[in-house]
């Protein structure tokens, strides 16, 4: 797991690549200094974060797709870093994968007004919400806690985060980058169709841009 900084509290959270924007002079706006981060309340921006989960397909490969337009907030103050606190919202009926049938089959209803496969037609939301701060006696790693809600069933959920950089965006607002990842079983969501075959471990990687307001 990635090392992280004291006050990488953390969002569940996807979206499309977009290209790398370079400033002027050579170097990215943002970069991994702490100093940079100032307190208060982010927004996540939707089109710069994203969730990335990761199954084993039949034990031949590893199978990947994307939750985006993740919205929420960071709440973070760099002289309190466990009071750090993060609250979003992952729109699962926006998942993406490489396959538009796959795709389809995450979200279709159940055959015949059966339980679906996996997320069936409309489904709600998913959401972490934060509960505990832990951070290491060095001050560069942390666990965030905190409670995730998927299909309709709410679990706790430890994530480790690793602060990414912090800086100025393209949109002159203050922007601070994390990354952080964790495994969790879709068993116990309620999503268990394959398994074996496609495992029940999903393991997540989280991208997510928080821009100040």
């Not at 103050?77 to 795709?103: E, Y």
């Not at 800086?167 to 203050?174: A, F, S, V």
Request: proline letters at 6%; a negative charge; hydrophobic letters at 40%.
């Amino acid at each position: 797991m990635r090392r992280i900084l004291p006050y990488a509290a953390l969002a569940l959270v996807a979206v499309v690549a977009t290209p790398i924007v370079v400033a002027q002079g050579g170097s990215a706006p943002g970069a991994p200094d702490r100093s940079r981060v100032t307190g208060g309340t982010y927004v996540a921006d939707p089109g710069h974060t994203m969730v990335v989960w990761e199954v084993d397909h039949l034990g031949f490969s590893k199978y990947t797709g994307i939750f985006g337009d993740v919205t929420g907030t960071l709440v973070i103050d760099p002289k309190n870093p466990a009071a750090a606190r993060v609250d979003v919202t992952i729109p699962v009926s926006k998942v993406t994968t490489a396959s538009a049938g796959l795709t389809s089959h995450l979200l279709r209803a159940g055959k015949d007004g059966g339980k679906p496969d996996f997320f069936g037609a409309n489904p709600a939301d998913a959401k972490f919400v934060s509960t505990s701060v832990v951070v290491d006696a060095e001050g560069d790693e942390a666990k965030v806690t905190g409670n995730l809600t998927l299909n309709g069933v709410t679990k706790p959920v430890t994530l480790d985060v690793d602060f990414h950089g912090a800086g100025i965006g393209m949109t002159k607002k203050e922007t601070v980058g994390f990354q952080a990842e964790t495994t969790i079983r879709r068993s116990d969501f309620g999503v268990s169709m394959g398994i074996p075959m496609v495992s029940d471990e999903v393991e997540l990687e989280i991208h997510a841009a928080f821009e100040k307001q």
